[in-house]
């Protein structure tokens, strides 16, 4: 079943090719939908498009091993020639970073960047050509895989750069670079900076942003789900129209992620309507078990489903590379959903039936709507004598309901008539004022 839902088909195409590496090893290490064979060949012929020479001869000596047999390569002169080139791109590169390193330099520059590439071109005979053989050694880093050095080069040219689309460009592999070394604090503002940079940027044409806002979403995936504060981010970013409309036109296997940050988010009841309304709109178009278990509870009121796929849920979170961390709290989260939910429609509840609806023993299944009465703070009793939970439901009759909607329009009717009261004395003044003291024509 799981297989099905795998997304790392639909996600490559939108990663740059050093972050498919993780997703390819988190199927390999768990043995997931590929054969290690298949999974071992897809990272050997991926590798081939970087200049990482020795992960290239590990991968090539592991198919060999595996009785694959993926061609001769030539890796002794290659890389000669990788090294050949790492040494000339890290002797340009040095001549700008001894002179911006400098203290005095340093104590020199100002904000404004024209103001300093000026100051380093009368002072030091710089040219943005030599500042540029900084973002080059950065980019070159980066397809050797050291990653560190390439975040290094990218932030010292962007802070000297003044070519936008370069400095676009660095920024998005400053970003990958900081994922890929782990450093979600560096990443988690790489992430806020770059969306700004996206959202005011005035690209070619508008599907030329939309690409670029697809390619942001995949990407902050993996900080968002390793960042303490991703999952307030997430739904705050993936929640705004643009984004939204990004999800639905391009990659609406998003919603997956989006409806897991908003169960497990600590302010989901403000954010469950808006996630209701976008599922069922986009029900035609993507559906897996995270999203059908929210269908099945907000949208059908069917429980016995949303069980159902709430166990799904499970094995497609295990199996998902952003998700599987976040599984044992969705679960939790999701029990919480469908008693509330429960709670709210029923006025006497079997404690023994909303056990088996959260797939939980008796035992287990009492203490959890106890804890949840008391933690919720849901105006109800627990009779223990017949095992049923009694809810007091507050309902206001019809008439209340007619005489406070009453009270409403009053309300507001007086407020108008003021505002209309206001504006005519206002006028009448305003006359009286020009009767008093006429205008004359020179």
Same mark, same amino acid.
């Given at each position: ?72 390569? &030539? ?26 390193? /400098? ?5 020199? !520059?100002?904000?404004?960047? $024209? ?18 053989? !900084? ?10 895989? /050291? ?27 400053? $970003? ?12 988690? &503002? ?64 998003? !919603? ?97 039936? $909303? ?16 804890? !949840? ?18 809810? /007091?439901? /507050? ?48």
């Amino acid at each position: 079943m799981a297989a099905q839902y795998d997304l790392t088909s639909k996600m490559i195409p939108f990663l740059d090719q050093h972050l498919v590496f993780p997703l390819l090893e988190f199927l390999e290490i768990n043995e997931l939908f590929y054969s290690p064979s298949s999974l071992l060949e897809a990272r050997y012929e991926l590798s081939l498009k970087t200049n990482m020479i020795d992960f290239i001869d590990k991968l090539h000596g592991d198919l060999v091993n595996a009785g694959v047999a993926p061609g001769s390569i &030539e890796s002794a002169k290659r890389r000669e020639e990788i090294l050949e080139k790492l040494e000339a791109s890290q002797s340009e590169a040095r001549k700008v970073l001894d002179v911006i390193e /400098n203290p005095d330099v340093i104590a020199a !520059l100002r904000q404004d960047k $024209l103001q300093n590439l000026q100051f380093l071109k009368d002072n030091y005979g710089m040219t943005p050509e030599m500042i540029q053989t !900084l973002y080059k050694f950065g980019q070159f880093q980066y397809s050797c895989g /050291n990653y560190g050095g390439a975040a290094d080069m990218l932030y010292h040219y962007r802070v000297l750069s003044t070519d936008d689309n370069l400095g676009l460009s660095a920024l998005w592999g400053k $970003l990958a670079s900081e994922i890929l070394v782990g450093n979600w604090e560096v990443a988690f &503002e790489a992430v806020q900076e770059l969306k700004e940079n996206i959202d005011k940027t005035h690209f070619p044409s508008a599907l030329h942003q939309l690409e670029q806002r697809t390619w942001f979403l995949h990407w902050s995936l993996f900080v968002f789900f390793n960042h303490p504060k991703g999952r307030d981010a997430v739904v705050d970013l993936f929640l705004q129209p643009a984004y939204i409309n990004t999800i639905q036109t391009s990659c609406p296997w998003i !919603l997956r992620y989006l409806t897991a940050a908003v169960i497990t988010n600590k302010r989901r009841k403000t954010l469950v309507k808006d996630l209701v309304k976008i599922i069922e709109h986009e029900s035609y178009q993507y559906r897996d078990p995270v999203t059908e278990f929210v269908e099945a509870l907000y949208i059908s009121f069917d429980f016995d489903l949303a069980k159902k796929k709430l166990v799904e849920c499970e094995e497609v979170l295990e199996n998902d590379f952003f998700l599987v961390a976040v599984q044992e709290e969705f679960i939790q989260n999701a029990r919480c959903f469908i008693s509330e939910t429960y709670c709210r429609i029923h006025q006497k509840i079997d404690v023994a039936e $909303l056990s088996q609806t959260l797939n939980m023993s008796k035992e287990e299944g009492e203490k959890w709507i106890v804890n !949840l009465i008391r933690d919720t703070r849901v105006d109800a009793k627990i009779d223990y004598k017949e095992n049923t939970v009694l809810m /007091n439901t /507050n309902t206001t009759s019809v008439y209340q309901q007619i005489i406070e909607r009453t009270k409403g329009l009053s309300f507001r009717s007086q407020v108008l008539a003021t505002s209309i009261e206001k504006r005519e004395a206002a006028q009448a003044k305003a006359i009286q004022h020009e009767k008093n003291h006429p205008s004359t024509e020179a």
